[in-house]
């Protein structure tokens, strides 16, 4: 399973960013996704998850601004990012796991100025 993650960038605080991660097979079967974020010397921290069902759970810092969704048609999960901060300034991981196996895609840079 192959993970490509895109959607990354420079943007202004206050402004929005949409990341994708397109999936080589189906979504189907992945009873997790996930988007993680990064700085350098801090350990990954988990962003937003989602689950097969839908439900979804977010880290108290970007509740209210951020949304995670699966597009089981495009065999994606993307994350919708608004009102961002500069303090959301990462590298962003996506992350989806099965019954049998996680895999990680690479990392997409977002920065934030302020």
């Known amino acids: 399973v192959q993970l490509q993650a895109c959607g990354g960038g420079l943007v202004q605080a206050g402004g929005s960013l949409r990341l994708s991660c397109a999936v080589s097979?189906?979504?189907?079967?992945?009873?997790?996704m996930a988007w993680y974020r990064q700085v350098p010397g801090k350990q990954r921290e988990l962003v937003a998850g989602i689950a097969i069902v839908g439900t979804t759970t977010y880290a108290e810092a970007v509740k209210g601004r951020f949304t995670i969704s699966r597009d089981t048609a495009k065999n994606a999960v993307r994350l919708q990012m608004n009102s961002l901060k500069p303090e959301d300034t990462a590298a962003y991981y996506c992350?989806?796991?099965?019954?049998?196996?996680?895999?990680w895609g690479q990392g997409t840079l977002v920065t934030v100025s302020s």
């Open positions: 992350y989806v796991r099965d019954s049998t196996a996680e895999r």
């Open positions: 097979r189906s979504i189907a079967s992945f009873n997790y």
